[in-house]
């Protein structure tokens, strides 16, 4: 084995579809150790214009990762010369696009623990800003101020790859690759039924998920008319790899079904050594067939194939769940909670199931359409998402309440959904509502005053 930017290269040769059959099997974990894995995504600005930091220079976002490595202890990804990652553990922090900056977090089993892992990171970044300048985090779907040509790109060639073959596909590719953030959670499975059951109701509930956290309205200095605009730029993407993938929520569906899709979508690279092969007509399932440019797939080059599929809800060694903008600092582990109090409690699956069974694939792709402009307004089947969405916060806290995960204080991780409850689902209103309201009246569009309010 081998490492290449920070991530384990195995040689295992795929020799046949055949050999790729067990593979989302053979990370399932026994029940009752599932853990989660949170990820976290924040846009780095200058705190006095809000515009995007830049990659290089004394105030960039290359300083912030060497004063954190220096600071921290963390040990430098690098690429070409430049610093494009971090590493402690099996902690990440990692680059996007557009220079937004990602925690991906050791696995752990409860969401206090979570809580302590973002703590941790939100004083990192707050304490190297202390040291290199005016420099602000925030938290929020969509750069609420720097237009695409003022965001530069971070150099790596995996992102210099994607842009050129995603502007072919999406008219807001670029868009999605700069502008956009969100918070991610990982969950394990204990067996292809349990894995099933999870990606089907993901599917189903990410829309309304997506409604009650739309925190995407203010865009390039202005209201967009969007509440989740990063919902509707991903949506202009690549119709290949991102998305809901619908046809996983029937009763019948087997990890197989979701290995034919993966085999079938567009590859868009391979790596061997330091080289970036870029892949052209190309399928991982042709790639197995007949090779390429005289190269053999191995599992890494396929894992790597996976980490391109950009769905609402992903498998890898896990399911992953990405359809939500990112939030303001003490709305992020609601993000966590929401999903884990469903997903973690057979109960609370089952009720919350119950709740959306009645609704079908159009119902569904129409729902995820209108939530980009009306949020928690948006109906499905007549039914407002408002109370949908309340009920399965009812459905989770059940959930997180029977996991009895205690912190010191003797408290559950019912206490990290208290923000979504009184701040957007009684009040009626999403974050990116609450946003657009403040930026008119009382901020009277004042870039500061937006900055001091989404910053971490």
Not at 92 to 119: T, V
Not at 131 to 142: D, E, Q, V
Not at 163 to 176: E, P, S
Not at 357 to 378: C, M, S, T
Request: proline share 4%; hydrophobic share 40%; aromatic share 10%.
């Amino acid at each position: 084995m081998s490492t290449y930017l920070g991530v384990t290269v195995r040689p295992e040769r795929i020799g046949s579809i055949q050999d790729l059959r067990d593979y989302f099997q053979k990370y399932a974990k026994p029940e009752g150790t599932e853990r989660i894995g949170i990820e976290c995504e924040l846009f780095g600005v200058h705190r006095e214009t809000g515009e995007a930091l830049p990659y290089s220079g004394v105030i960039g976002i290359e300083a912030v990762l060497n004063k954190l490595a220096s600071e921290f202890g963390y040990e430098g990804i690098h690429e070409k010369g430049h610093t494009i990652g971090l590493k402690k553990g099996n902690t990440i922090i990692s680059l996007e696009p557009g220079g937004q900056i990602e925690l991906s977090a050791e696995p752990i089993s409860n969401l206090h623990q979570a809580k302590a892992q973002l703590d941790e990171f939100f004083f990192h970044l707050r304490t190297v800003a202390h040291f290199l300048g005016p420099i602000a985090w925030l938290g929020s779907g969509i750069h609420p101020f720097s237009p695409l040509n003022r965001i530069p790109w971070v150099p790596k060639q995996r992102y210099q790859i994607m842009a050129r073959y995603l502007a072919r596909r999406g008219r807001k590719a670029h868009d999605m690759m700069k502008r956009t953030a969100t918070n991610q959670i990982n969950f394990d499975y204990h067996s292809e039924e349990d894995a099933i059951e999870k990606m089907r109701l993901v599917l189903v509930v990410t829309p309304i998920a997506a409604a009650m956290f739309a925190n995407s309205s203010l865009s390039q200095g202005k209201l967009s008319g969007y509440l989740t605009e990063r919902l509707y730029i991903w949506q202009n993407t690549d119709p290949d790899r991102c998305g809901l993938i619908l046809n996983m929520i029937c009763e019948n569906c087997k990890f197989e079904d979701y290995l034919n899709y993966v085999l079938d979508v567009p590859m868009m690279f391979i790596v061997r050594g330091a080289k970036w092969i870029v892949t052209r007509n190309l399928t991982f399932r042709k790639f197995i067939q007949n090779g390429y440019q005289g190269i053999r797939p191995t599992e890494s080059d396929f894992e790597l194939h996976l980490s391109t599929i950009f769905t609402d809800a992903r498998f890898k060694q896990y399911l992953e769940i990405r359809g939500m903008d990112g939030q303001r600092s003490h709305l992020i582990s609601s993000v966590y909670a929401f999903w884990k109090g469903i997903l973690y409690d057979g109960e609370a699956r089952r009720a919350a199931k119950h709740l959306v069974q009645r609704f079908r694939e159009k119902d569904i792709r129409n729902l995820h359409q209108q939530v980009e402009r009306l949020g928690l307004r948006a109906r499905i089947r007549g039914e407002r998402v408002l109370e949908l969405a309340r009920e399965l916060v009812r459905i989770s806290e059940k959930g997180l309440k029977a996991q009895r995960h205690l912190n010191e204080q003797e408290e559950d991780e019912r206490i990290y959904l208290l923000p979504l409850k009184e701040e957007v689902l009684k009040t009626a209103r999403t974050p990116a509502e609450q946003v657009a309201h403040l930026w008119q009246e009382s901020f009277k569009r004042d870039r500061r005053a937006v900055i001091d309010y989404m910053a971490i």
